[in-house]
């Protein structure tokens, strides 16, 4: 039953709506849609009224009528599913369908049946499904049709006695109520549709222009961390001449130099090492957008086991414990994964208060599109003022003589989980401690 439903459905939007609209569609393209829809309803709701329309006219003895009933749902059919017609003239059928049962229920029923409501539903019809150009031509025709009736009561050409009972007056009183409410119909609505186009003009708009920023900001990123690559590369031969050097030269001339210089050196080699580990980072951060390796499922509970074997002697040292509820496999890239996660336990373990050993808590949760992650610990806690520039890459809160480090873990994590797709955010309270939340789509 579904399926006949649908290739009923398909049939008449294949034959009224058309397919050469933007993606977002356009006026044209949800009048077309309104169109068919109207065909969709339409048609099994008249098969339910003409049984009972054309057995009443039988009985009646309305002939004529009952033919007229049968008639009309044949040209609906032919509306909906005839072959080569183009959409502008399935649209105008359907309209003069409607004004020719309008006229014909007037002729037969007189004011008291349908017709009117036909003539005015007509009216609002047309200027849902037809374009802003054919406006007045609509209200007009329901003049024509008014005026047409006027005649027929004037001269009492009506079959119907009761139509002919109609006075010139009572006519004229009614009619002009409806020819006011299609004048105010055709002012009103076209008006609906203008702000309707220039809403969609305006969003098209707006989404190409926000598609090319994007693809400007995306190719910017992208020379950028050519740039950082290509200079954290660069760097490095200099900086290993810088050291190899320093290194000769305390073991040559180690023995005539005074304690001042010996200083000197060791300072020089530290900056060295420290500036070898920005580069380092650099390079890892320049690199990191690149997620061109398969996934593949990651036991994320083998991936802290792991952690706490590579990292037992500082968990013990600071005696820290690093706990875990049950943790699930997830499907993606193990290797950024991996820095994530060590990443954020490194600064759980690292920026502990003193005098209270690190308590880590690691948990996940298993969302509808999303696993989302938290990695809790009861450190020195962060500001809240302070919750964005954490991940900005070598912003640091701390000094190296409090802290050390370069301040590139966290937009590292940052960038891999928005490569991800997902999103890393921080709680915190200073002195009480933090929880970093991280989600990744499935
Ligand atoms: P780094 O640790 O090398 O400084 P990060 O990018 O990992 O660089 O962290 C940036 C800053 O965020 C750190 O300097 C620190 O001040 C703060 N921070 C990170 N993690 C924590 C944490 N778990 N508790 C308190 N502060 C943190």
Known sequence: MKKLLKKYQHAI??????????????????????????????????????????????????????IFDVFSFLFLLFIAFGKGVSIKNRKLMLMACTYLASAYL??????????????????IFGLLILSNSYT??????????CIAFGFVIFYNLSPVDAVNEITVAEWIATSVNLIFLSFLSCVLLPRLFEGLSTTIRKQSELKVALESSLHEV?????????????????????LRMVTGFLSQLERKYGG??????????????DGAARMKKIIMDLLGFSQMGQLNYPKESVDLGELLDDFRVLRRSIIEEKSATVETETLPIVNSFRAPLTQVFHNLIDN????????????????ATDGPHHWSFSVQDNGIGIDAEDFDRIFIMFQR???????????????????????????IWVESNLGAGSIFHFKIPK
């Open 348 to 363: 759980a373990l690292k920026y502990h208060r003193k005098d209270h050993p690190p308590r880590i808590m690691v948990t």
């Open 106 to 123: 007037l002729f037969y029923i007189g004011i008291n049946g349908p017709g009117l409501l036909f003539l005015y539903a007509g009216c």
């Open 136 to 145: 007045y031509f609509l209200a007009a025709i329901n003049v024509i049709i």
């Open 13 to 66: 939007r294949r034959n009224c709506i058309g397919d050469d609209y933007p993606p977002e569609g356009n006026v044209t393209f949800w009048r077309n849609r309104l169109f068919s829809n109207t065909l969709e309803f339409i048609l099994p709701l008249s098969l339910i009224t003409i049984i009972p329309g054309v057995v009443y006219s039988l009985m009646l003895g309305l002939y004529v009528l009952a």
């Open 218 to 238: 995306e190719q910017k990123n992208h020379e950028l961390e050519k740039f950082a690559f290509v200079a954290s590369h660069d760097l490095q031969e200099p």
């Open 397 to 423: 809160l701390h000094g190296k003589e409090d802290f050390s480090g370069t301040g590139a873990g966290l937009a590292i994590v940052k960038k891999v989980i928005d490569n991800l797709g997902g999103a």
């Open 256 to 269: 005539q130099l005074d304690e001042k210089a010996h200083q000197y050196i060791y300072y020089a080699n």
